[in-house]
T-cell receptor
Framework: KAGVTQTPRYLIKTRGQQVTLSCSPISGHRSVSWYQQTPGQGLQFLFEYFSETQRNKGNFPGRFSGRQFSNSRSEMNVSTLELGDSALYLC????????????FGAGSRLTVL | QQPVQSPQAVILREGEDAVINCSSS?????VHWYRQKHGEAPVFLMILLKGGEQKGHEKISASFNEKKQQSSLYLTASQLSYSGTYFCGTEIGGQNFVFGPGTRLSVLP
């Protein structure tokens, strides 16, 4: 059974650009959550999607957005990149929404120069 | 509001025991524990639900006291493979699922 797949694994952008990250959940999982991980802040919740609807959103500016497709695949977008957006972005999937067992992908490491 | 974890870091020798605590100022409905090894994604260890139950995973067990709004993770006879950062996660007010800041555990031979 394939795990959670995130692409790209690494990317470098410059300030002001935008980026789109992709996450393919485990087959059958309908909930996808996104987290930002930095050394100083730990795992910060970005948002959760279930059945193509954003269920919850963390305390991040509007530059961070996401969506989920009918096949449960999810994308997150960050516009007008800032240096502070450099982080590991982790996607996690679960069978249903809410506090369930999360299976994480390997992450997308974003570096903003 | 994320839960609080203590200690921030701990160093052990193989075979020693450790306790990691997770507490919240808000009511906890459940507590999840994850471990993240260096350079890897977090991996689920266990969920504890209301009722003060204790669960185990290998020689790692945990308890949950909802009255005190805290959970403790017990690592017994630690092995080198236990090294990593341990995160507790909770659902705050039935909404966002948030993680604590993590406890870095280093097990030395």
């Amino acid at each position: 059974k394939a795990g959670v797949t995130q692409t790209p694994r690494y990317l470098i952008k410059t300030r002001g650009q935008q980026v789109t990250l992709s996450c393919s959940p485990i087959s059958g999982h309908r909930s996808v959550s996104w987290y930002q991980q930095t050394p100083g802040q730990g795992l910060q919740f970005l948002f959760e999607y279930f059945s193509e609807t954003q269920r919850n959103k963390g305390n991040f500016p509007g530059r961070f957005s996401g969506r989920q497709f009918s096949n449960s695949r999810s994308e997150m977008n960050v516009s007008t990149l800032e240096l502070g957006d450099s982080a590991l972005y982790l996607c996690a999937s679960s069978l249903v929404a809410g506090a369930n067992v999360l299976t994480f992908g390997a992450g997308s490491r974003l570096t903003v120069l | 509001q994320q839960p609080v974890q203590s200690p921030q870091a701990v160093i052990l020798r193989e075979g020693e025991d450790a306790v990691i605590n997770c507490s919240s100022s808000k009511a906890l409905y459940s507590v999840h524990w994850y471990r993240q090894k260096h350079g890897e994604a977090p991996v689920f260890l266990m969920i504890l639900l209301k009722g003060g139950e204790q669960k185990g995973h290998e020689k790692i067990s945990a308890s949950f006291n909802e009255k005190k709004q805290q959970s403790s993770l017990y690592l017994t006879a630690s092995q080198l493979s236990y090294s990593g950062t341990y995160f507790c996660g909770t659902e705050i007010g039935g909404q966002n699922f948030v993680f604590g800041p993590g406890t870095r555990l280093s097990v030395l031979p």
